[in-house]
């Protein structure tokens, strides 16, 4: 196998709860924790996850926009630390969910995208001039359009202006939180095939961060499911889904709508926890429909069950169905 | 990698983008590169919008008019004023004003004890009013937005120390301060006052600057700025800094009239400008001591100071509104339509409960009206389940808000009819209007946390709706509010109703909301998106929750959401809204399994995907939803129908029933009189 492009072991961003008059710490959120993950070039990671899983902090944390509070990164095999994440910066860029605040609103778009360059000292001003008429057409952007403010693109053109921005200094791996969201059923289906088309042409890497289950199983080749903090199951995109391990990956695929099957969800029990007091064991046990005792005071390891296939979970393979006897999703041809 | 990619390998948004091109862009290459550097077009419009805005302030620009007035009688003292305003003339001292007896043409306001010249005085008193408070707030100004800035965006140790010395200054009493520094010095001169009053006013500035670099910096732009690698000067400057010293100049123009007061103060204490220097406050303080033989003394300066006071507040706030058109503020202000609210039926129990014909709704704007819902028909039966798609800006939520009648103005109905429980909900009054809703029609909207009254619990809420529309009393609206939130599934109603909204989750608020609707028993519930802001797993939830609400209270629900596979869940009847319009609209299983409308067919496709494999290319639907100010004269899907027809782009196509209860508007369904559009129509089945 080839060098992995980024290499992420136990990282954590544990963020202090301080309470008194004196502000001592007593507790800390732990936003991410102990996530490890690797990356091989060209692929595409997607990370699922509910609000408050921790996944936007573990994307900002991968950057060093906040510091990681324990953990290694190594990218393209060398350690970065805070101290050179600049480094960083020069080859991971990333692209917001908003695409109304992601841009600067008093900025021209072609100055937005020219931006990066200039940070990095980049080409002279001709050359400039000539990559950002380039990057507009690369991402279906009119290059006439440079002078134009963000406030007045569409949302889906909004989220082309922010993908050319991240472009730019042409890095080797891309942070796609939520790039699609916000956007109308019609147009997100203009950015996704935009993001293969990118990738394929540009052999980049993705991490591909969303809510949305169908969305992510479209872009990924492996999935990461997240809940509270941690990484509850990883997997092949197709096998994940069909044949989910952990109970959360199984209650979150069964949730998603869908046109063809309707009604029989796998209904969870209260409440998401909350991050500053999250239960004892396995931090799922008081929704789980499969809970035993166990589970409330031994925290399930991430363990590979199946070839490929990794789940924190002591029954991951129970009410598992053979191979291909799921029918989840066939019915759209 | 080289970066020049040709056009033709790009993906189809390039034929959208190329569709609202402006006939300019179709220039040459070389023109490019010049339109690429001129930067400044907007600013003629931008000016002239301002002089019509002007224009249309009656009172900003009698203000702003005033203050130029006065500035330029200031600037101008020299040449204006009649006499030295230091020359004493005791021969003539006590001279009333030309129009009292023993005025004279000679002192048009009249002489003060040592004889000077009132006007003059006051001219260049002007002078010196005005400079000393403009070099101040200017002054104040750049000091505390530089602090402002630099508290904002470093944060720590540098945030906590700039704001404490803001802190102690404003505990520390400003007048003491003053005369701490003008009561030693021995020649008060104008920097004396200057630097007295900027460093009194900074500490405003600096707080605003900062509550708003601390909102900028944590936006995901600045945040993108920070993973391209750009220094914390760059991000500060370059992306921080434009979107936030907007708020500088409105502050400093409201400021200004308050120092102009307060170095009026100042002086008319004795704290001022050291005599015989004019300034409007030692006038006045002149003037006082002669009130009762000469009260012109006192009468001019007093109005000189009101009328400039006056006149900056009014330009300040109709500038305010210019450069931060969100303070402006929209009123609720409902017209019914003209015309009899009460609709002759005939009582029929089978007929619906809900129905719309022809309703269109606008918004007018200075460029004209926006039709956001346009002729919309259908009919909701008691018991059943509407569901209304669309993308945003479709006009689906502006339909909901359309029949609750809770528009926000300008928007109103333009025409049609809302029959609901044999009336007609466009032309009730308003208020048997506000009756019906809450009592009779419910309505929930997509954020909870926005929705409830943030500061008062759960309980109080449930208990004053209960109260008003089933008119219980405290001890049995206490026992039905903990039966409203039983009914929603809240495990422990009694811990909820002393919550407060902020207590409780999202998916929890939205439980507490549908419970403060169901309080009332409505006839008909409004949803509008009430699931998009949660959780799939709290989604899956509450749609249980509704499903099983609508079996056990038979309400009609009105269920509004961007989400085709969503409705095809909950709801009995699908409504495709495009534009404004429904396109098609008939039972759930017929709208999934045959949609008759080609963008019905597209969203369908689009949404497939979810339950389908991946890695292969989606099919999109080219180019954008359209702009609601902007729609087309034919159909309004027919820029982005891949069977567009010559007719679609001239036609606004009518519904064409296609099955009972299922229509559809699309010419493809009209039965055909010409042969040559047989081609597209087999291509759509």
């Given at each position: 196998m080839t060098q992995p492009l980024l290499e992420v072991r136990d990282l954590s961003k544990h963020f202090p709860v301080r309470k008194g008059l004196l502000g001592r710490e007593t507790a800390a959120v732990r936003a991410v924790d102990g996530v490890s993950l690797t990356l091989a070039p060209g692929e595409t990671l997607g990370l699922v996850g509910e609000s408050g899983c921790g996944k936007s902090t573990l994307v900002k944390t991968l950057l060093f926009l906040d510091p990681p509070t324990g953990g290694e990164i190594r990218f393209a095999g060398e350690p970065v630390t805070a101290v050179d994440a600049a480094r960083l910066h020069r080859h991971v860029q990333i692209v917001f969910q908003d695409p109304y605040t992601s841009l600067p609103p008093r900025m021209r778009v072609a100055e937005i995208i020219s931006d990066p360059l200039r940070i990095h000292g980049i080409g002279d001003r001709h050359s400039v001039e000539r990559r950002v008429r380039s990057l507009m057409q690369e991402v279906g952007l009119n290059p006439e359009r440079g002078n134009d403010y963000p406030f007045q693109f569409s949302g889906g053109q909004r989220q082309r202006i922010g993908i050319a921005r991240a472009l730019a200094i042409e890095p080797s791996l891309l942070l796609l939180d939520e790039a699609v969201s916000a956007l109308d059923v019609s147009v997100q289906a203009q950015v996704l095939n935009l993001l293969r088309d990118v990738q394929e042409r540009r052999e980049l890497t993705y991490i591909f961060i969303s809510h949305d289950l169908g969305v992510v199983r479209y872009m990924s080749d492996r999935i990461a499911v997240m809940y509270l903090g941690k990484i509850v199951e990883q997997g092949p995109a197709a096998e994940l889904y069909e044949r989910p391990l952990h109970p959360y990956t199984r209650a979150l695929v069964s949730a998603v709508p869908s046109l063809r099957r309707r009604g029989q969800r796998i209904r969870l029990a209260g409440e998401p926890p909350k991050p500053t007091d999250p239960p004892p064991g396995c931090t799922f046990h008081p929704r789980c429909p499969m809970a035993r005792p166990i589970c409330s005071y031994q925290a399930p390891p991430l363990k590979e069950w199946l070839p490929g296939r990794l789940a924190a979970c002591h029954f991951a393979l129970e009410g598992l169905p053979p191979a291909g006897a799921i029918d989840v999703g066939k019915g759209a041809a | 990698m080289p970066p020049s990619i040709p056009v033709s390998s790009t993906e189809s948004g390039v034929v959208a983008e190329t569709t609202v091109l402006s006939p300019e862009a179709s220039v040459s290459a070389q023109e490019n590169v010049v339109a690429f550097e001129t930067a400044t077009k907007a600013t003629p419009t931008r000016w002239r919008d301002f002089g019509n805005y002007l224009l249309a302030r009656k009172t900003a620009l009698g203000g702003l008019i005033a203050f130029l007035l006065i500035a330029t009688i200031a600037l101008l003292a020299p040449l204006i004023a009649p006499h030295d305003p230091l020359q004493q003339n005791l021969a003539d001292n006590f001279k009333p004003p030309v129009w009292e007896e023993g005025g004279s043409t000679n002192y048009l306001l009249g002489t003060d004890p040592l004889g000077r010249d009132l006007l003059s005085r006051l001219i260049y008193g002007a002078r010196y009013s005005l400079t000393i408070s403009l070099s101040s707030v200017l002054l104040g100004t750049a000091l505390g937005f530089a602090i402002g800035l630099v508290s904002g965006y470093f944060g720590g140790l540098t945030d906590t120390v700039l704001m404490r010395l803001g802190d102690i200054q404003l505990a520390f009493p400003f007048v003491l301060f003053a005369i701490a520094v003008?009561?030693?010095?021995?020649e008060r001169t104008p920097a004396h006052l200057i630097l007295v009053l900027s460093i009194s006013s900074w500490i405003i500035y600096a707080r605003v600057v900062r509550s708003r670099v601390l909102s900028e910096r944590g936006k995901d732009y600045a945040l993108a700025a920070r993973a391209l690698g750009a220094s914390r000067w760059r991000v500060l400057f370059r992306y921080v800094v434009p979107n936030v010293w907007q708020i500088v100049p409105l502050i400093a123009l409201l400021d200004l009239g308050f120092l102009v007061i307060v170095e009026s103060l100042l002086s008319f204490i004795s704290l001022g400008l050291s005599p015989p220097t004019p300034s409007w406050g030692t006038i006045l303080a002149d003037g006082r001591q002669y009130m009762m033989i000469t009260p012109w003394m006192a009468i001019f300066p007093g109005l000189a100071i009101a009328m400039t006071v006056l006149s900056i507040s009014l330009a300040a706030d109709g500038l305010a509104d210019f450069f931060d058109p969100k303070l402006v503020h929209g009123k609720f202000h409902r017209l019914p339509l003209p015309g009899p609210a009460l609709l002759p039926t005939c009582e029929d129990d089978a007929g619906p409960l809900l129905s719309i014909r022809d309703l269109t709704t606008i918004f007018p704007t200075r460029a004209g009206s926006i039709e956001a819902v346009r002729n919309v028909s259908f009919d909701l039966a008691p018991g059943q389940v509407l569901g209304v798609v669309g993308e945003s800006g479709s006009g689906k939520s502006t339909l909901g808000l359309s029949i609750i009648q809770l528009l926000d103005a300008p928007g109103r109905v333009a025409q049609g009819e809302i029959r609901f429980m044999g009336r007609d909900l466009a032309r009730v009054g308003n208020t048997e209007m506000a009756a019906i809703r809450g009592a009779k029609i419910g309505m929930i909207f997509q954020d909870p946390g926005a929705s409830l009254n943030p500061v008062l619990t759960v309980g109080a809420q449930l208990d004053e709706t209960l109260r008003q529309h089933?008119?219980?009393r405290p001890a049995q609206a206490r026992v039905a509010a903990r039966q409203a939130l039983a009914a929603v599934h809240i495990a422990d109603p009694d811990r909820v109703l002393r919550a407060y909204p902020f207590q409780l989750s999202g998916g929890m608020q939205q439980r507490v909301m549908i419970a403060l609707a169901l309080a009332s028993a409505p006839a008909l519930l409004i949803l509008d998106e009430p699931t998009s802001a949660l959780d799939v797993t709290t989604q899956a939830q509450l749609l249980d929750e509704l499903a099983s609400l609508r079996e056990r209270l038979g309400a009609s629900m009105l269920f509004i959401s961007h989400d085709i596979a969503l409705l095809s869940g909950i709801a009995d009847t699908i409504a495709v809204m495009y534009a404004g319009q429904i396109c098609e609209i008939g039972p759930r299983d017929q709208v999934i399994d045959s949609p008759q409308h080609p963008y019905t067919q597209a969203l369908l496709h689009a949404v497939e995907r979810v339950t389908g494999p991946g890695r292969s290319r989606l099919d999109t639907i080219p180019g954008?939803?359209?702009?609601p100010t902007q729609l087309p004269t034919g159909c309004p899907f027919a820029p982005r129908c891949p069977f567009s027809m010559p007719v679609c782009v001239e036609i606004n196509p009518a519904p064409v029933v296609t099955a009972p209860g299922h229509s559809a508007a699309c010419h493809l369904l009209v039965p055909d009189p010409v042969g040559s559009r047989n081609g597209a129509r087999e291509a759509l089945v």
């Open positions: - | 003008l009561a030693v010095s021995p089933r008119k219980l954008d939803p359209p702009d």
